[in-house]
């Protein structure tokens, strides 16, 4: 059988991640080409992997026979064109998170590849990483007491482009960075039911709420806190906090990795839950590359024709949670869903 043929489209931060994660699967799929407006990007390209074939114009790529997929790599406000070109040339696409900047424009990426019979993945790699997975087993099993709270603290300088920091282009941390917990936390919790936020910009150059507090309240009574900043200058790191609080204990999420039994194997990782009396419970797991895994899964969805495991609505619905939060730093009102 042949192999699936991938254009990786932009090549920043993420793209070269899709490429070395592409190369792990050789037997399966092959980066065809890669694109990037920069043409030192492009060159990074050919000098890390020995990508023969890069080039500046994704609509070009597009018209080509020998391009089975495209891997959308590129700024968040422009995933929308960009997937709906693809579809249009008869190309699955894998998207990255998040999904875009408005819900019309993500219900109209999932009707368009609809139509055209293509897969539409999209980028939510937690779903694919054995701690996540095994942090979701710990909280759903009830092991530390049902419903949770769920705080996520952190400060940094965030993003390496300036696109991320804008309202309209990237949406700052708590629609770029934290889409990645809405969606987790739609994954664990179910449905949504109100958010609300308060927030600043302490970096002047920015139209986006770069620090600020958000919470999700979900339909089970579980809550998701946050207090993320990405208000620092490059290279300044703020405190950070990451854990689940309930009537029977606190998982312990950025706990020291150490295997309490044996610490020989690298491969084992542990997460703690704290209870009563000063008692440390590990939960074992086995380290796996989460990105890999995720780019392997979206060739196997189109050599086996399967459904996406992370599909437009898991898109939409995290999309949404962030929307509503950016809505509620603006009006300083809850936002119903
Ligand atoms: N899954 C994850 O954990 C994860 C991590 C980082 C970024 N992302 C997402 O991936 C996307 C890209 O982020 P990034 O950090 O790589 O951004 P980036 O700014 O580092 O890189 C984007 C690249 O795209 C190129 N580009 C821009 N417009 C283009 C166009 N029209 N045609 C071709 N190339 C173009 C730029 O030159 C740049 O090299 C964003 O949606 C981001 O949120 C996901």
Same mark, same amino acid.
């Given at each position: 059988?042949?192999?699936?043929?991938?254009?990786?489209?932009?090549?920043?931060?993420?793209?070269?991640?899709?490429?070395?994660?592409?190369?792990?699967?050789?037997?399966?799929?092959?980066?065809?080409?890669?694109?990037?407006?920069?043409?030192?990007?492009?060159?990074?390209?050919?000098?890390?992997?020995?990508?023969?074939?890069?080039?500046?114009?994704?609509?070009?790529?597009?018209?080509?026979?020998?391009?089975?997929?495209?891997?959308?790599?590129?700024?968040?406000?422009?995933?929308?064109?960009?997937?709906?070109?693809?579809?249009?040339?008869?190309?699955?696409?894998?998207?990255?998170?998040?999904?875009?900047?408005?819900?019309?424009?993500?219900?109209?990426?999932?009707?368009?590849?609809?139509?055209?019979?293509?897969?539409?993945?999209?980028?939510?790699?937690?779903?694919?990483?054995?701690?996540?997975?095994?942090?979701?087993?710990?909280? #759903?099993?009830?092991?530390?007491?049902?419903?949770?709270?769920?705080?996520?603290?952190?400060?940094?300088?965030?993003?390496?482009?300036?696109?991320?920091?804008?309202?309209?282009?990237?949406?700052?941390?708590?629609?770029?960075?934290?889409?990645?917990?809405?969606?987790?936390?739609?994954?664990?919790?179910?449905?949504?039911?109100?958010?609300?936020? +308060?927030?600043?910009?302490?970096?002047?150059?920015?139209?986006?709420?770069?620090?600020?507090?958000?919470?999700?309240?979900?339909?089970?009574?579980?809550?998701?806190?946050?207090?993320?900043?990405?208000?620092? #200058?490059?290279?300044?790191?703020?405190?950070?906090? +990451?854990?689940?609080?309930?009537?029977?204990?606190?998982?312990?999420?950025?706990?020291?990795?150490?295997?309490?039994?044996?610490?020989?194997?690298?491969?084992?990782?542990?997460?703690?839950?704290?209870?009563?009396?000063?008692?440390?419970?590990?939960?074992?797991?086995?380290?796996?590359?989460?990105?890999?895994?995720?780019?392997?899964?979206?060739?196997?969805?189109?050599?086996?024709?399967?459904?996406?495991?992370?599909?437009? #609505?898991?898109?939409?619905?995290?999309?949404?949670?962030?929307?509503?939060?950016?809505?509620?730093?603006?009006?300083?009102?809850?936002?119903?869903?």
């Amino acid at each position: 059988m042949r192999k699936v043929r991938v254009a990786v489209v932009g090549y920043g931060q993420i793209g070269p991640v899709h490429v070395r994660s592409y190369k792990k699967h050789e037997d399966k799929v092959e980066v065809t080409v890669v694109v990037d407006l920069l043409e030192e990007r492009r060159k990074s390209a050919q000098e890390q992997f020995g990508i023969k074939d890069v080039a500046a114009d994704y609509n070009e790529v597009l018209k080509r026979d020998d391009i089975d997929a495209v891997s959308v790599c590129i700024p968040t406000y422009q995933h929308h064109d960009l997937v709906l070109a693809a579809a249009r040339h008869g190309k699955h696409v894998f998207c990255e998170k998040p999904m875009c900047m408005s819900m019309e424009d993500a219900y109209e990426m999932e009707e368009v590849c609809k139509k055209a019979g293509v897969k539409l993945q999209l980028g939510f790699v937690r779903r694919y990483d054995n701690q996540w997975l095994k942090f979701k087993e710990i909280v #759903k099993s009830g092991t530390v007491g049902k419903p949770v709270v769920w705080r996520s603290a952190s400060a940094g300088y965030g993003a390496p482009s300036t696109w991320f920091f804008q309202r309209e282009l990237g949406g700052g941390p708590f629609l770029d960075g934290a889409v990645h917990n809405y969606d987790f936390g739609n994954y664990m919790f179910g449905k949504v039911a109100y958010v609300s936020a +308060h927030g600043s910009t302490i970096q002047p150059d920015r139209t986006g709420v770069d620090t600020g507090i958000a919470e999700v309240v979900y339909e089970s009574g579980d809550r998701l806190q946050l207090m993320w900043s990405w208000g620092l #200058k490059r290279g300044v790191r703020g405190g950070s906090v +990451h854990d689940v609080l309930g009537q029977e204990g606190a998982l312990v999420f950025n706990a020291p990795n150490k295997n309490p039994l044996t610490s020989e194997n690298p491969d084992v990782q542990y997460l703690t839950v704290n209870r009563e009396n000063g008692i440390e419970e590990p939960f074992a797991y086995d380290r796996n590359d989460m990105f890999a895994d995720q780019m392997g899964d979206f060739i196997d969805t189109i050599i086996q024709d399967k459904e996406p495991k992370v599909s437009a #609505k898991h898109g939409q619905e995290a999309l949404k949670v962030g929307l509503s939060l950016l809505k509620s730093f603006e009006t300083g009102k809850s936002v119903f869903l």
